[in-house]
């Protein structure tokens, strides 16, 4: 009998007026994370964690209990 794994899912974050992740990276992202969930923080830069702690803990959060 054969196992396969399936990808975990993965948590992905993007700030608002952060220029790293954008719509063009889409592809490349599920193909390395099949399974993402991508949340855009409003008002928060590349370092969504410092810019918007609250928000990034209630998400973080709220995609564990998955």
């Given at each position: 009998m054969?196992?396969?794994?399936?990808?975990?899912?993965?948590?992905?974050?993007?700030?608002?007026?952060?220029?790293?992740?954008?719509?063009?990276?889409?592809?490349?992202?599920?193909?390395?994370?099949?399974?993402?969930?991508?949340?855009?923080?409003?008002?928060?830069?590349?370092?969504?964690?410092?810019?918007?702690?609250?928000?990034?803990?209630?998400?973080?959060?709220?995609?564990?209990?998955?």
């Amino acid at each position: 009998m054969t196992h396969t794994l399936s990808p975990p899912p993965h948590f992905l974050s993007r700030g608002e007026i952060s220029p790293y992740i954008q719509p063009k990276n889409s592809p490349a992202m599920r193909r390395l994370f099949p399974h993402y969930t991508l949340e855009t923080i409003s008002g928060a830069g590349h370092w969504v964690h410092v810019d918007a702690p609250k928000r990034f803990a209630e998400l973080v959060e709220k995609f564990a209990e998955r």
